[in-house]
């Protein structure tokens, strides 16, 4: 017994089948050229070049905080008071021994540089009188608490287990709407509206009588009420 495998039957090997020419796969006449200078064309450090950075020295290291943003440290002004000449020209008029001449003749000499505050009038002493009233303050925080209004609370309702408020007024839940003149009255466009509707009913039969006369004719109630019971009557047998 042979080793050859013969192909499975099938009706298309009866066919003759054409030979097909396989053309060849194209190349370009610049390949090798193309490989040379992509080989010619490739150097280190070609784009970027060399690193020229120069090299840190070893003291020179990270350091810890040294990358964060330093603000620049607040320098606070010293307080100068507007007091300070008036205070220093006061000091030099109490250590001298002849003080009313050495004080009237300093302020002449510095009334124009110096800018002096006025003088406050200084506070009066315990056995001084001043001003007295007999109003009975007490008295008469009662007699205002008792006529003034009481505060309007405006009413609110909590909608949530935490107690947040919402007024009440605009949420719905008050029945204002009854409190209106108009309230369970038809509206004035329903009333125009079923107007109208009557209106174009009435035209329409006004037409209907008129182009169908003889076609039509509307018979009473007794007329009809025979008519059924003859039928009635009629079906029955």
Wanted: net charge positive.
């Amino acid at each position: 017994m042979s080793n050859f495998i013969y192909p499975q039957e099938s009706i298309y090997n009866l066919l003759t089948r054409e030979e097909v020419i396989k053309v060849p796969r194209y190349m370009s006449k610049f390949r090798e050229q193309v490989k040379l200078e992509k080989r010619v064309n490739k150097f280190p450090h070609k784009t970027m070049g060399p690193a020229k950075v120069d090299v840190p020295l070893a003291t020179n290291f990270l350091q810890k905080h040294s990358n964060e943003l330093k603000l620049p440290k607040i320098v606070q002004p010293v307080y100068m008071s507007k007091f300070r000449e008036q205070v220093k020209l006061e000091e030099r008029v109490n250590k001298s021994p002849n003080k009313t001449m050495l004080a009237t003749n300093v302020l002449q000499k510095h009334s124009k540089e110096l800018k002096l505050p006025k003088i406050v009038q200084p506070v009066s002493a315990r056995t001084e009188k001043g001003l007295y009233t007999n109003k009975n303050f007490i008295k008469s925080n009662a007699i205002e608490n008792i006529m003034s209004l009481p505060k309007i609370v405006q009413p609110v309702y909590v909608d949530t287990k935490k107690g947040d408020k919402q007024p009440l007024e605009n949420s719905g839940l008050i029945p204002k709407f009854i409190k209106k003149k108009d309230y369970g009255q038809t509206p004035e466009y329903l009333l125009q509206r079923r107007e109208e509707v009557r209106k174009a009913q009435e035209e329409y039969d006004n037409y209907v009588k008129e182009h169908m006369r003889g076609a039509m004719k509307e018979i009473s109630a007794e007329e009809r009420h025979h008519i059924i019971q003859v039928n009635i009557q009629m079906y029955s047998e």
